[in-house]
């Protein structure tokens, strides 16, 4: 049995069972809560976009349609293509080197199969895709789904104060150009690094000692993590942000719109974060484009749905094209 495990499963003593589980359902109470986001968040761009409908003396429909008709389409296409497959170049190696940290190494080819065929799911929801990822590892490869839905949940947590140090450097550069609500990053960023300090320091054992949640095979992937692999995943994600904030500036000079490379460093950060609550269009991310851009509503509605909702459905094609194989490898068909 590989080492990495070894280390953990000789001190866990709770029998589990080897299968990946299956995602939760939300509460019922998420599911209004998302509702009701949902519904503000339409109600809100409704209500901006007929404004600025009305100050050009146009029915929104021909109002949308017009600002659709401005965008220099191909150029836009193509970038977005490029984005796309190196934004999964980046996201595989990261899950390869992650898997490789805490479970055992697996060959880069190996894992684009099913991170590609994850983008397939991940158009309705991003942690039933890494779900689907523990069970195609568990089933292909033998390794226990905890220890995969482990190195998950490891990734997620990462790419939050990931995001979180690239909005603080984005606010620190460019902070005269922002908002004023901007300002309550760099105090959240002061109480997420106290917080991770000891969050690390918990799952080295210095402090609680005697609790047992840490021994949670679920958590074992922080259990074995040292400082240098949250340092080493904020390295290997970096480039897929600041490759996104190349691109998301030029797309919105192609969408008629300027903006700085400074600006749009603080801003990403946030905008993926409304990126990631789950609502119908990327709806949060949308509005947020809005706020942002308050004087240009009509391309920022535009801009923020066709930006993110390409991603979404250019990465779940990339999926479809490794659908077969990696079915071929599951059910040897």
Request: glycine share 6%.
């Amino acid at each position: 049995m590989n080492e990495k495990r070894d280390m953990t499963e000789t001190d866990m003593p709770e029998p589990e069972t080897n299968e990946p589980q299956g995602p939760r359902k939300p509460s019922a109470l998420q599911r209004i809560i998302f509702l009701i986001i949902t519904v503000l968040c339409f109600v809100y761009l409704y209500t901006r976009l007929n404004g600025a409908a009305e100050r050009e003396g146009q029915p929104l429909l021909d109002y949308m349609s017009s600002v659709f008709a401005d965008v220099s389409w191909i150029p836009w296409l193509l970038l977005m293509m490029v984005y796309s497959l190196v934004y999964f170049a980046i996201d595989t190696l990261v899950v390869t080197r992650a898997l490789g940290w805490f479970i055992k190494d697996i060959r880069y080819r190996d894992i684009l199969p099913i991170r590609a065929s994850a983008y397939v799911i991940s158009i309705f929801n991003e942690q039933i895709g890494k779900g689907a990822m523990a069970y195609y590892l568990n089933k292909r490869d033998q390794v226990p789904g905890w220890e995969v839905g482990s190195v998950m949940l490891f990734i997620m947590f990462c790419e939050m104060f990931y995001l979180l140090v690239w909005g603080t450097v984005g606010y620190f550069v460019s902070r005269d150009g922002l908002p004023s609500e901007f300002g309550l990053i760099p105090p959240i960023a002061l109480g997420a690094t106290i917080f991770l300090v000891l969050w690390m320091l918990y799952f080295q054992g210095k402090i609680l000692p005697n609790n047992q949640l840490r021994e949670k095979r679920i958590l074992h992937a922080f259990k074995l993590a040292n400082p240098w692999h949250y340092g080493a995943f904020f390295l290997l994600r970096s480039p897929a942000l600041l490759s996104a904030v190349f691109v998301y500036t030029v797309s919105l000079g192609l969408f008629g719109v300027e903006a700085s490379f400074l600006s749009l460093l603080g801003y990403l950060p946030v905008i993926f974060f409304a990126a990631t609550v789950p609502t119908p269009m990327r709806a949060a991310a949308i509005t947020f484009w809005v706020i942002l851009f308050p004087e240009n509503e009509g391309q920022m509605a535009a801009f923020g749905f066709v930006q993110h909702n390409f991603f979404i459905l250019f990465n779940a094609l990339l999926g479809l094209l490794f659908w077969r194989r990696a079915q071929r490898d599951l059910f040897g068909r």
